[in-house]
């Protein structure tokens, strides 16, 4: 069957076999979109945490079915070098990933997060910000986050945002 | 370790690339008997490099937009050693940061590493060979600039990578363009380390912009064209044997190529993932299990007095004055079988064509593979091209990579590359874990509270023995396995009578490398009892360990990290406001660290708000990443001893999802972790690991002083 999105602002179609397959796998494997990480594939570590209509969903345990028709962003989606998202401005500045690999994650749920509570207090941040990092670099995201909150509240709220 | 010069007959250049400019070539010899090598590396910090002695090896790169690539023998897990190699190279190389580019050495590249990537050894073994091997290439292009522009070589200079002198100036993309014969001088002298732009200075990680904006760099993230993915049936009981398979059922499911089977082994390939996941399922397989193992099975086996004893460390008489029962003090304590949990799962991207293979793969011991898949598929070793990716974590769990051959083998069958990886449950059953300890410390103290005689006795499942840069052959040799003994032995030199006794127990299911090795388990128990028995002399925790450190240099050392958590912390053995503190120290590879933690509990709930370490590697190549790790393994450390623990039940390891397999999340982080780095050596040592052995002993001592609890056994829980 046919299942068509708007992804990291690209309109896209995908003729899949099984629409119970993960949003996973049709992201990396079809698409080519490899900053969405396999984890676990239950829903558990966050790894593969990307937006469907701006909410943070983790898409090991997403059937591609309901995609359709919804906006999605990856982090590719989420910023670049030349006008990284402030997430990724404050992870730059903070230094934070080690190894990496489930840094993407972590940065889809930030975002998504600063979309909801625009200036999270620790506890906002114990209670939302729940994947696994093993490298355990928690005590430089934790400051990450907190500076992202501050670059957000630097961009003027009437001016538009460039974070498609 | 001897400070060994580069062969000059084995540093050769060889020309063009393209045009890429040249390929540099070098070789750095060093070759040891396995015991010193091995022991050394764990232990002492004496870390030796162990590279190829064949040639060529390809080091450096120059290209034409005047950049260096630096292939690196070493892989980069997380630790931060590509950056602090580019900082190295970039110092003798007199290149900027931004002309700097490191890349994993492809085992084509001959540039191989002996040993492996683990043990805290990449930065400090490769210190002398990197700035060696940089320089000689400066004085290389220098000379060869000189000839160019006809200016003599002692009128040259030289800044990012451009060289200027009588009125002209050359890059070295220019320097070496259409050179195919150079002149190898004698290793120049190197650089005084006060002279270094940018050793010593906390330059941003060089792969930060790739993890940032999710660059495909991981294992997990490669692709070829026509690839195939791959599924592996796996046993989920410990011990059990392959004998045979029905596959007749998964032959005809959607998207199935083809079912494989070997003798140990069956697969099926497919054409997506979840198709070849599906179809892995619908293989029935008899497999012969000999026990039903139970974590009280377990339990069992490890228990000082059963197993190989091995003596590893002895000072005076501590066996003799420890056995009379008078006045003895004597504690037990348990670490329980830990798991990786690393991010990436494992698995490899291989595509065997008729008389090559190509395994791209996140791996920590690309020799050790591209060995075990020459073996296996029956080519030379110079036929497969191990090619090594950012890793997703390393940890030790990629010292093992018997999946790379599986994917190896499939994609021989079907003649296609094919992806395989392990499910997150499967790896979790079939990981090579921590083994679990069981300690037994015994005591004397004198009249005036200072501890007479000490005794440390260790039983532990196999570290280093199970692992493939340890062959059998070593264990009769080595004794005692270095592994479990990491972290083991007493450090407080100046008690008269001291022994630590190793037990080696063999598990039946696979134990290995876990981050610091022994040292997480071996610490909790020593510092722990350290504190019961300063409490027991009626003494400052602090005063009590450091009148008992012998006075030469590392014990200096470990003084002075000592004396500087506790002014950085305000270390105070008292409660204040509902939070203890906790204090314990360690030495590991040669580096000390110490740490002081704030505790409080509520509802039954530890929870650590502050952690304060104080640690001395010698030089930090780069303090900005050294701190990174300090931070990372302080919360990794606490995981471990506070969280997490595997459990056998019915032959199975369980848990097996995040989750079910507690670790330390950001709720569990500390708010505050404070960082002093020292430096009393005039190298870099072991960073990645020792900082996560004060940690567990640290909180267990300051729950004692908030609840009267001592908890003797990992994971910590309240009663």
């Known amino acids: 069957m046919k299942i068509s999105f708007t992804i990291n602002g690209e309109s896209k179609s995908v003729e899949i076999a099984d629409e119970k397959t993960p949003l996973l796998w049709v992201v990396r494997d079809i698409l080519d979109l490899k900053g969405t990480k396999f984890g676990c594939g239950k829903a558990a570590c966050g790894a593969c945490t990307l937006h469907v209509d701006g909410e943070a969903i983790r898409s090991c345990t997403y059937a591609v079915k309901f995609a359709e028709g919804k906006e999605l962003t990856t982090i590719e989606g989420l910023g670049d070098e030349q006008n990284p998202h402030p997430v990724q401005q404050a992870w730059?500045?903070?230094?934070?990933?080690?190894?990496?690999?489930?840094?993407?994650?972590?940065?889809?749920?930030?975002?998504?997060?600063?979309?909801?509570i625009p200036n999270p207090t620790d506890e906002d941040i114990d209670k939302n910000i729940i994947n696994v990092c093993r490298c355990a670099t928690y005590y430089r995201m934790r400051k990450a986050i907190h500076r992202a909150a501050e670059l957000n509240a630097e961009v003027e709220p009437s001016t538009e945002t460039q974070t498609s | 370790m001897s400070k060994k010069r580069i062969s000059r007959r084995r540093f050769l250049v060889r020309g063009g690339l393209g045009t890429m400019g040249i390929l540099a070539v070098g070789t750095y010899l060093f070759r040891n008997p396995?015991?010193?090598?091995?022991?050394?590396?764990?232990?002492?910090?004496?870390?030796?490099?162990?590279?190829?002695?064949?040639?060529?090896?390809?080091?450096?790169?120059?290209?034409?937009?005047?950049?260096?690539?630096?292939?690196?023998?070493?892989?980069?897990?997380?630790?931060?050693?590509?950056?602090?190699?580019?900082?190295?190279?970039?110092?003798?190389?007199?290149?900027?940061?931004?002309?700097?580019?490191?890349?994993?050495?492809?085992?084509?590249?001959?540039?191989?590493?002996?040993?492996?990537?683990?043990?805290?050894?990449?930065?400090?073994?490769?210190?002398?060979?990197?700035?060696?091997?940089a320089a000689t290439m400066r004085e290389m292009i220098k000379n060869?600039?000189?000839?160019?522009?006809?200016?003599?070589?002692?009128?040259?200079?030289?800044?990012?990578?451009?060289?200027?002198?009588?009125?002209?100036?050359?890059?070295?993309a220019e320097v070496v363009q259409d050179v195919s014969e150079w002149d190898v001088p004698d290793t120049p002298v190197l650089k005084d380390i006060k002279d270094y732009k940018f050793v010593g200075k906390p330059i941003p990680r060089?792969?930060?912009?790739?993890?940032?904006?999710?660059?495909?760099?991981?294992?997990?993230?490669?692709?070829?064209?026509?690839?195939?993915?791959?599924?592996?049936?796996?046993?989920?009981?410990?011990?059990?044997?392959?004998?045979?398979?029905?596959?007749?059922?998964?032959?005809?499911?959607?998207?199935v190529i083809k079912v494989i089977q070997e003798p140990d082994f069956v697969g099926v390939v497919a054409k997506s993932f979840i198709e070849a996941e599906n179809a892995k399922m619908a293989i029935k397989v008899n497999w012969k299990v000999e026990r039903n193992w139970q974590t009280s099975d377990i339990e069992a086996m490890i228990a000082v007095g059963k197993g190989v004893p091995f003596v590893i460390q002895k000072e005076g008489d501590a066996e003799d004055l420890l056995s009379d029962g008078a006045n003895i003090i004597s504690y037990e304590y348990k670490s329980p079988i830990g798991a990786h949990a690393q991010l990436e799962p494992n698995g490899a991207l291989a595509h065997v064509e008729w008389d090559k293979a190509t395994i791209i793969m996140s791996t920590q011991v690309v020799k050790i593979t591209r060995g075990e898949i020459a073996k296996r598929l029956e080519l030379d070793e110079e036929k497969v091209n191990i090619v090594p990716t950012f890793l997703g974590g390393g940890f030790g769990r990629r010292l093992h990579t018997p999946n790379a051959i599986q994917a190896a083998v499939m994609s021989?069958?079907?003649?296609?590359?094919?992806?395989?990886?392990?499910?997150?449950?499967?790896?979790?059953?079939?990981?090579?874990?921590?083994p679990p300890t069981h300690h037994v410390l015994k005591a004397k103290l004198t009249e005036n509270g200072m501890i007479e005689a000490m005794e440390h006795n260790v039983s532990s499942g196999d570290v280093a023995f199970g692992s493939p840069m340890v062959p059998a052959i070593a264990a009769p040799i080595l004794g005692a396995d270095v592994g479990a003994?990491?972290?083991?032995?007493?450090?407080?030199?100046?008690?008269?009578?001291?022994?630590?006794?190793?037990?080696?127990?063999?598990?039946?299911?696979?134990?290995?490398?876990?981050?610091?090795?022994?040292?997480?388990?071996?610490?909790?128990?020593?510092?722990?009892?350290?504190?019961?028995?300063?409490?027991?002399?009626?003494?400052?925790?602090?005063?009590?360990?450091?009148?008992?450190?012998?006075?030469?240099?590392?014990?200096?050392?470990?003084?002075?990290?000592?004396?500087?958590?506790?002014?950085?912390?305000?270390?105070?053995?008292?409660?204040?406001?509902?939070?203890?503190?906790?204090?314990?120290?360690?030495?590991?590879?040669?580096?000390?660290?110490?740490?002081?933690?704030?505790?409080?509990?509520?509802?039954?709930?530890?929870?650590?708000?502050?952690?304060?370490?104080?640690?001395?590697?010698?030089?930090?190549?780069?303090?900005?990443?050294?701190?990174?790790?300090?931070?990372?393994?302080?919360?990794?450390?606490?995981?471990?001893?506070?969280?997490?623990?595997?459990?056998?039940?019915?032959?199975?390891?369980?848990?097996?999802i995040y989750g079910p397999y507690q670790m330390a999340l950001m709720k569990n982080a500390p708010k505050e972790i404070d960082v002093v780095l020292l430096q009393h050596d005039d190298k870099p040592g072991a960073v990645g690991e020792p900082p996560l052995g004060p940690i567990?002993?640290?909180?267990?001592?300051?729950?004692?002083?908030?609840?009267?609890?001592?908890l003797r056994n990992m994971p910590l829980k309240l009663s």
């Open chain 1, 92 to 116: 730059i500045e903070e230094v934070v990933p080690q190894c990496g690999y489930c840094q993407p994650g972590f940065m889809m749920a930030t975002a998504a997060l600063l979309d909801k």
């Open chain 2, 34 to 133: 396995i015991r010193r090598g091995i022991a050394g590396v764990i232990n002492k910090g004496e870390t030796p490099y162990m590279g190829n002695t064949s040639s060529p090896i390809i080091w450096f790169e120059v290209t034409s937009e005047n950049n260096i690539v630096l292939h690196s023998p070493k892989v980069e897990m997380g630790q931060g050693t590509f950056t602090s190699l580019a900082q190295i190279a970039a110092d003798e190389l007199e290149v900027s940061m931004g002309q700097m580019k490191v890349v994993h050495a492809n085992s084509d590249s001959g540039n191989l590493d002996g040993f492996a990537t683990g043990g805290s050894t990449s930065v400090s073994s490769l210190w002398v060979p990197l700035r060696e091997l």
């Open chain 2, 144 to 172: 060869k600039a000189a000839d160019k522009m006809e200016v003599s070589s002692e009128q040259l200079s030289i800044a990012n990578g451009v060289v200027s002198g009588g009125g002209k100036t050359m890059s070295y």
């Open chain 2, 206 to 255: 060089v792969d930060l912009k790739d993890k940032v904006f999710g660059a495909p760099i991981f294992g997990m993230d490669a692709t070829l064209p026509n690839m195939l993915y791959g599924a592996v049936v796996r046993s989920s009981t410990i011990g059990a044997k392959y004998v045979d398979a029905d596959i007749s059922k998964a032959e005809g499911m959607p998207g």
């Open chain 2, 412 to 434: 021989k069958a079907v003649g296609k590359p094919v992806k395989c990886y392990f499910t997150r449950k499967e790896e979790f059953q079939n990981d090579t874990f921590r």
């Open chain 2, 485 to 656: 003994w990491r972290g083991g032995m007493i450090q407080y030199g100046a008690i008269p009578h001291f022994s630590t006794i190793s037990w080696r127990v063999t598990l039946p299911f696979a134990t290995s490398w876990w981050r610091s090795l022994g040292l997480l388990a071996n610490t909790f128990a020593i510092e722990s009892f350290m504190d019961e028995l300063a409490i027991a002399a009626k003494k400052n925790p602090v005063e009590f360990r450091l009148s008992q450190i012998q006075e030469d240099d590392s014990g200096f050392r470990l003084k002075e990290v000592i004396k500087a958590v506790v002014e950085k912390s305000g270390y105070k053995d008292e409660v204040v406001n509902g939070r203890a503190m906790g204090f314990a120290a360690s030495t590991d590879a040669n580096t000390p660290c110490a740490q002081v933690v704030e505790v409080s509990i509520v509802d039954k709930e530890i929870k650590v708000h502050k952690v304060t370490c104080a640690m001395d590697p010698g030089i930090a190549v780069n303090p900005d990443q050294v701190r990174a790790q300090c931070e990372g393994a302080i919360i990794m450390g606490m995981s471990a001893a506070m969280f997490e623990k595997m459990d056998v039940e019915d032959g199975q390891l369980t848990p097996t």
């Open chain 2, 696 to 710: 567990g002993a640290a909180i267990a001592n300051a729950v004692f002083r908030l609840s009267g609890q001592r």
